[in-house]
Nanobody, 125 residues
Framework: QVQLVESGGGLVQAGGSLRLSCAASGRTASSYAMGWFRQAPGKEREFVAS????????YYADSVKGRFAISRDNAKNTGYLQMNSLKPEDTAIYYC??????????????????WGQGTQVTVSP
């Protein structure tokens, strides 16, 4: 069992930056692939970024490529999503998810086994 807790969301102006954190608890948390997803009001949940359990093979949605970066510190059982050059259309609740153990990353939300509660990101014009 893995528990995930996101933090780092908030209100930022367009062009600004935020770093989201995803703290994982559980004996084998570092062996899980990680994904970030988001859901804006009235919209479907969408994939943002993912990486393997080792942090290799990062993959990004086209809408965030070049602006967002996924990383993790397995010694701290924490994953991160660095978000730069934020746009109003990035406004959403952001969720981290874990898949595994030793799972490969995926762009499909249904492939993930555990989810955090979400953190709100609001980007003002």
């Amino acid at each position: 069992q893995v528990q995930l807790v996101e933090s780092g969301g908030g209100l930022v102006q367009a062009g600004g930056s935020l770093r989201l954190s995803c703290a994982a608890s559980g004996r084998t948390a570092s062996s899980y692939a990680m994904g970030w997803f988001r859901q804006a009001p009235g919209k479907e949940r969408e994939f943002v970024a993912s990486s393997s359990w080792s942090g290799a093979s990062p993959y990004y949605a086209d809408s965030v490529k070049g602006r967002f970066a996924i990383s993790r510190d397995n010694a701290k059982n924490t994953g991160y999503l660095q978000m730069n050059s934020l746009k109003p259309e990035d406004t959403a609740i952001y969720y981290c998810a874990a898949r595994g153990p030793w799972g490969s990353s995926s762009t499909i939300g249904g492939a993930y086994d555990f989810w955090g509660q979400g953190t709100q990101v609001t980007v003002s014009p």
